[in-house]
């Protein structure tokens, strides 16, 4: 892949750009799976603007892809277990079109090595068990860890928890 993107830490000034780049990437990624209703509540939860600066303000990294300045997608990591040195991807999320073109594989390579310059042997991230990203992990090196379901208000996550040694 030619080097046209750049990746850049996230600041407060960009929560619009994160929150559009969920809008339009949360509907297909998780509509085979989930029920509309379920969507659309855990959007809420975790992507409104206050629960976003939230989560930059409580020590969550955001990184941002971006191609000639147009944002294509963003990830976002932090500490798990400080005294382990394990961190955690919490997102990561590519617009439906960028899918399949080897900027995913760019995007989780940068959290990794920015983790791994933190002090970071292990990366965890929780995936969907219906969810095909779960392949594109393994593809890249993470293992199935544990199972965990997780309530989120009314509702459940029934994700793996995957993990990758640094």
């Not at 944002?71 to 277990?81: D, H, P, R, T």
């Not at 991807?89 to 617009?95: A, D, F, H, S, V």
């Not at 929780?126 to 379901?149: I, L, M, S, T």
Request: charged residues 25%.
């Amino acid at each position: 892949m030619a080097t046209t993107y750049r990746i850049r830490k996230a600041t407060l000034s960009d929560i619009p750009t994160i929150r559009a780049l969920a809008e339009a990437t949360w509907e297909p990624t998780y509509s085979p799976i989930l029920s509309k209703e379920q969507i659309d509540y855990m959007f809420d939860v975790i992507y409104s603007e206050e629960a976003l600066a939230k989560q930059l303000q409580e020590g969550q990294t955001f990184l941002l892809l971006l191609e000639q300045e147009e944002a294509l997608g963003f990830a976002s990591y932090s500490v798990k277990e400080a005294p382990a040195h394990i961190y955690k991807l919490n997102k990561i999320y590519l617009m439906p079109q960028c899918q399949g073109k080897g900027y995913g594989k760019v995007l989780i390579t940068a959290v990794e090595e920015e983790v791994k310059q933190l002090g970071a042997k292990l990366l965890d991230l929780n995936v969907n068990r219906y969810n095909r990203a779960k392949q594109f992990y393994e593809r890249c090196g993470y293992v199935e860890h544990q199972q965990e379901d997780i309530a989120i208000g009314p509702y459940w996550m029934n994700d793996y928890v995957m993990r990758k040694t640094l």
